[in-house]
Every structure is written in C-alpha cells, then in structure tokens.
C-alpha cells in the first residue's frame, strides 16, 4: 500500500512539474505582449502628449498589469525624487527589483534593460526610434514564440507524465 502511494506521489509530481513548466511558456508570451503593451502606451505619451518620461511612466502605470504597472511608478518616482541619477540607472535597479523573477528569458529582461539604456536622456524622435525597433525585436519573438507554444507546452506535459511513470516504474 505504501509503495503503490509513493509511485502515485512521484508520478503526480512529476506531472505537476510538466504542466508547470507549459504554463510558464504561456505566462512569458502574455507578459511580453504586456510589456509591447506598456511600450506603446508609453511612446503615445511622450510622442504625442509631449509629456516628460516620468510622467508618462506614472501616467501608464495603472494601465498596464503587475509587476509591470508597480515598476513604472517605482521607476518614475525614483526618477522625479533623484533628477541628477541617470534614468539608465534607476530604470536597471527596478528592474532588478520588481521584473527579475517574472517568467521571462534571461535575454528577454536584458534587451528590456538596455532599452532603459535610451529612454530618458535622447531626444523624443530617438526615443521613439529606439522603442520602434525594439517592438519590431518584441514582435518577432512573439511571433516565433507563439508559433512554438502548442508543440511546447504538449511536450512538457506529455514528458512530466511519461517521467512520472518511468520513476514510478524504476523506483517500484
């Protein structure tokens, strides 16, 4: 009885560790088009409000979801509370804090980062240049992820099961 308990364990745990995993490649495609989402509100308040970057940040803020939403108020206040740090700078450090453990790829959070790098301190037709080619960078990546996804997230829920039952069977 206790064994037939234990491989019910090892084989539910290992399933659970699948579908984990095929609902994380989900959650990264949402937050990547979440993030596309943020960047084009964020150019629409700077290009056409002509607004200054941290009242553009604190203005989408609300608009877009968590963590997204509580970095760009963070990134903002912190860059109206010390105007004489580079925008570089605090855009990093909140990013480290609030968006290093979301479900995105280590490359997906660096380019994030380095277009901090150009926000702040070009001029708005820079800017916008800046934050066009990375959306078209975004885009792709979406789009290669999305095509990825079905195949993906099957494979991992059919190895989690599979391994679970291949332990079960080993450790048995």
Known sequence: MLKIMGMVLVIFSCTALGYGKSAKISRRLLL????????????????????????????????????????FKETATMAKK????????????????????????????????QLGEYLGYLDIDMQKNTSQWYLQQLKIEMKNLAEEIPVKKKLYQSLGVLSGIFLAILLM
């Open 32 to 71: 990547l088009r979440e993030i596309e989402k943020a960047l084009l509100l964020l150019m629409g308040e700077i290009t056409y409000r002509k607004e200054a970057l941290p009242e553009a940040m604190i203005r989408i803020s609300g608009k877009v979801q968590e963590p997204l939403g509580v970095f």
């Open 82 to 113: 010390y105007p004489g740090e580079p925008f570089a700078h605090i855009f990093k450090i909140n990013a480290e804090k609030y968006l290093r453990d979301i479900d995105i790829t280590q490359k997906d959070f660096e380019e994030f980062v």
